[in-house]
Nanobody, 123 residues
Framework: QIQLVESGGGLVQAGGSLRLSCAAS??????MGWFRQAPGKEREFIAS????????YYADSVQGRFTISRDNAKNTVYLEMNSLKPEDTAVYYC??????????????????WGQGTQVTVSS
C-alpha cells in the first residue's frame, strides 16, 4: 500500500520556523513536492525536488524562505520553512510527482497525495 504521511505542522508566530516531513512507503518516488491550500483558496504549488535531488523548483512566494530536501535512504522529503508569514497559513500536502515532470508541477502531475498537515502562522 502506498502512503505519504506528513508531520511537523503546528502553530508558530510570524518570523518563526517549522520543518515539515513526508515519509513515503510502499514504493520509492524519484520526484516529490509540497502544495498548500489556504481557506477559501485553491491548492497551490510550493516546492518540488526532482530525480532524487538533482533539481528543485519553488513558488515565487516562498523562494528564499523555504527549502525542500530529501533523504533518499529514508524515502522522506522535508520542507524547511523560515521567516514564516501569516499568509503562509494553510494545509500543506505532500505529493508524489510523476518522474517525467521537469518544471513546477501542477496538480495533474501528481500521482499520490498525503493527508495534509496544518500550518498556522500568527501575527
Amino acid at each position: 500500500q502506498i502512503q505519504l504521511v506528513e508531520s511537523g505542522g503546528g502553530l508558530v508566530q510570524a518570523g518563526g520556523s517549522l520543518r515539515l516531513s513526508c515519509a513515503a512507503s510502499g514504493r520509492t518516488f524519484s520526484s516529490m513536492g509540497w502544495f498548500r491550500q489556504a481557506p477559501g483558496k485553491e491548492r497551490e504549488f510550493i516546492a518540488s525536488i526532482h530525480w532524487y535531488g538533482v533539481r528543485t523548483y519553488y513558488a515565487d512566494s516562498v523562494q528564499g524562505r523555504f527549502t525542500i530536501s530529501r533523504d533518499n535512504a529514508k524515502n522522506t522529503v522535508y520542507l524547511e520553512m523560515n521567516s514564516l508569514k501569516p499568509e503562509d497559513t494553510a494545509v500543506y500536502y505532500c505529493a508524489a510527482v510523476r518522474a517525467y515532470v521537469n518544471a513546477r508541477p501542477a496538480e495533474k502531475d501528481v500521482d499520490y497525495w498525503g493527508q495534509g498537515t496544518q500550518v498556522t502562522v500568527s501575527s
